[in-house]
């Protein structure tokens, strides 16, 4: 049985077809299958896609909304050179930071808040899992604080990371929270995604 590193060393079936479409890496197809699912994205909405290098999901966002649609893309590290379009913005920069804060707040509120956003792993369970626990709760606080009323939100966790705590602050944000493990991801992978559909007005609950 071969090595969860040789594994991940091996283009598998998702890997190939992102070679093959144009997109950076497979996590494209994750997001593909959440917007199927849950219906996140308007055609004309303005999305903000946290951590988003090397820039599939931003890809496949270009590709699937109209071009009155802006992305707002954001990561510490540079997008593949490859990543291009006019409605694209791109901001290098620290998400924790109040300068990277004031720029993406500048180009909102945002009709949908995404993040695949992963921390370096140590390959201490523990450790990860709360290190990717804490990207959620960056994320969420995005959502909480540059979200529209009606709008959507997405966000990768690495399970037995807290996911009914946050499922119970997302529920009070919108009118669906549920966890959901795409396809794509690896059978050997222990990440998951949390999705609130439908921001809610503060205060209001359906």
């Known amino acids: 049985m071969p090595s969860k590193s040789n594994s991940y060393a091996k283009p598998d079936f ?32 303005c999305v903000l896609d946290l951590g988003s290098a090397p820039g599939s999901w931003t890809v496949w966002l270009l590709r699937t909304l109209k071009q009155d649609a802006t992305v707002v893309s954001v990561d510490l590290n540079p997008l593949a050179k490859s990543v291009k379009g006019g409605n694209l913005v791109f901001i290098q920069g620290d998400l924790l930071e109040a300068g990277t804060r004031e720029q993406i707040a500048a180009h909102g509120p945002y009709d949908a808040v995404v ?18 626990r804490a990207l959620v709760e960056m994320a969420l606080w995005y959502a909480q604080t540059m979200l529209k009323p009606d709008g959507s939100f997405c966000v990768k966790l690495f399970q037995n990371g ?3 705590t946050l499922l119970k602050t997302m529920r009070g944000m919108f009118s ?31």
């Open 162 to 164: 807290d996911q009914q």
């Open 115 to 132: 993040c695949d956003a992963a921390p370096l792993t140590t390959g201490n369970r523990v450790v990860d899992t709360a290190r990717q």
């Open 14 to 45: 998702w890997s190939q077809k992102a070679f093959r479409e144009g997109y950076p890496a497979r996590s494209v197809y994750k997001l593909q299958e959440l917007d199927q699912k849950f219906g996140l994205f308007k055609k004309t909405a």
């Open 176 to 206: 669906t929270a549920k966890g959901f493990k795409p396809e794509a991801c690896r059978s050997e992978s222990f990440e998951t995604y949390l999705v609130g559909i439908h921001r809610l007005l503060e205060g209001h609950r359906e």
